[in-house]
């Protein structure tokens, strides 16, 4: 008895310290440079096509502009502008604005043009900014790509792939 009661604590022991081991080397990943975050970041893909899909801009200035799918025409906030700041591998953010879209009404999509089935029409594009902004709960950059031509990386478990150095090289 006394034997198994030594053998149930060892192996309790063991199965401890392997999770803080596993918690730290999870947490021990590359660490992102101010300077590779500032550039367009858009999600899922590395190729543009004809328009960037979501994507974060990030600006030398620590200031970034958080757009949502352009493609999304039901979609009433457009964008996030704001503040970030990086530490290791935690991005807050603190949101200053955001692009609104505004009246117009519901109606059916353009069938072979519109990906979705209902869109605005007649709608205004309106930014109002953020009453009291906050610096947001961190989101969580991990898996950091560094060994392609194309830096990718993970945020909040979204995989972001750098597709410009420079945040304004894809306008609308």
């Given at each position: 008895m006394k034997k198994a009661s030594t053998f149930i604590a060892l192996f309790v022991t063991l199965l401890i310290?392997?999770?803080?081991?596993?918690?730290?080397?999870?947490?021990?990943?590359?660490?992102?440079?101010k300077t590779e975050i500032i550039g367009v970041w858009q999600i899922n893909n590395a190729t543009t096509g004809n328009g960037l899909a979501?994507?974060?801009?990030?600006?030398?200035?620590?200031?970034?502009?958080?757009?949502?799918?352009?493609?999304?025409?039901?979609?009433?906030?457009?964008?996030?502008?704001?503040?970030?700041r990086l530490d290791d591998n935690q991005l807050f953010i603190t949101i200053?604005?955001?692009?609104?879209?505004?009246g117009g009404r519901i109606?059916?999509?353009?069938?072979?043009?519109?990906e979705y089935l209902f869109t605005f029409d007649n709608d205004k594009?309106?930014?109002?900014?953020?009453?009291?902004?906050?610096?947001?709960?961190?989101?969580?950059?991990s898996k950091i790509n560094k060994k392609l031509k194309q830096l990718d990386i993970?945020?909040?478990?979204?995989?972001?792939?750098k597709v410009s150095s420079n945040p304004d090289k894809f306008e609308d």
């Open positions: 310290n392997n999770g803080f081991a596993q918690i730290a080397s999870s947490t021990n990943t590359i660490a992102l440079s979501e994507c974060f801009r990030f600006y030398s200035n620590g200031k970034f502009v958080y757009e949502y799918d352009p493609s999304d025409d039901t979609r009433n906030i457009v964008k996030l502008k704001g503040r970030y200053l604005s955001r692009v609104e879209r505004v109606a059916t999509g353009a069938g072979g043009t519109d594009i309106k930014e109002t900014i953020e009453q009291g902004p906050k610096e947001l709960d961190p989101l969580i950059i993970y945020i909040n478990n979204r995989r972001y792939f």
